[in-house]
């Protein structure tokens, strides 16, 4: 009698093949607890509700839920995952399932436009346990885009980043931070994981960053300059090294006055990092090569000339042993009168 309910349920749901063919699925139940095996003989559920993969059902942690029925109950009820029924396996691992917020996450992504981006976030142990949960996740399924671009999905992505990030949580501008992405809106925003990093996100959970007493400052700098030379107030807002030099808010003030000239820019971070950096902020585009025919020597006397800044802990740059004959002429000529007749 035990086997036939068994097999009856384990054909309801799709889950004969659970571990390769009915004879080793059989086995696995045989192994179950009693609670895990009543858990899942009692399933009654229209087959035709559930969209997401039936495998969720059979999961050891789930079955082992006193509530289990309640708790596919609440998959079932989440009606804004169309596309996404794959990421439901992220609600059933360990952190999740144990949260005392189990009920009350799941209510709360039901009120996202689209439960993807929640989805993604909502059973990692970082976003669990963080002391900002409930307001980042109601922030997340609430936010608009308020830019003109009305990418609703980039700031969402942002958010998410940002309340599953170690470092924002510990540090004291967190929900500044949070603030301020949603402030400025996908304007100002990366996607998770572009190249090269010249955004306020990668800026709110930078190590380096969130330790410098500029920190929140840097933050409205970045997001009002993200197009043209964000990438390369990046690298020098991050790397411990600038951010300790005197000259540091000198370089970060000049190339905002000058943010509409990328070759400055470049310049101007190669100056302080070297070249690797300069071109790795730079994407290893069609920007960096045009140095290549100039004494770079003589640019970087020109830059401290133009700022009056005499510092000889910059001069360690690989890009100095470039041997080239040829003198910067009519372009910084220009250039540099250019910039004479700016001030």
Sequence with gaps: MENKKILKILKRYDLVDLYGNLEETIKWFRSLNDLQ?????????????????????????LLNKPDYLKR???????????????????????????????????ETLKKAKCAQTPLWIIGDYTFVKSPYHDKDFNLLVTAKDNSDRDLD?????????????????????????????????SKSLQTPHSYPESTITYLATNKVSLEDKYHLENME????????????????????????????????????????????AYLLCAYVLGEEKARRAEGLGNVSYDF??????????????????VDSDFCEVESRMIETTEKPKTFFKRFKERLSKDK
């Design 37 to 61: 095996k009543k858990n899942l003989l009692s399933l009654n559920f229209d087959p035709d509700t559930i969209l997401f993969d039936t495998e969720i059902l059979a999961n050891k942690d």
């Design 72 to 106: 596919v109950e609440a998959f079932i009820s989440i009606k804004n995952a169309e596309g996404w029924h794959h990421l439901f396996h992220d609600m059933v691992n360990k952190w999740f399932l144990d949260s005392p917020k189990f009920y009350q996450d799941i």
């Design 153 to 185: 999905f980039v700031v969402w992505e942002n958010i998410a980043t940002l309340a599953a990030s170690v470092d924002s949580i510990r540090s004291k501008y967190h929900e500044i931070d949070m603030d301020t992405i949603i402030r400025y809106g």
């Design 221 to 264: 700098i970045l997001a009002s300059n993200s197009d043209v030379i964000g990438a390369y107030l990046y690298q020098i807002m991050t790397d411990a090294k600038a951010i300790n030099r005197r000259d540091y808010r000198a370089i970060i003030r000049e190339m905002v006055e000058h943010k509409d000239n990328e070759h400055y």
């Design 292 to 309: 290549w025919k100039y004494d770079m020597e003589e640019l970087y006397k020109m830059v401290d000339e133009k700022l009056n800044v």
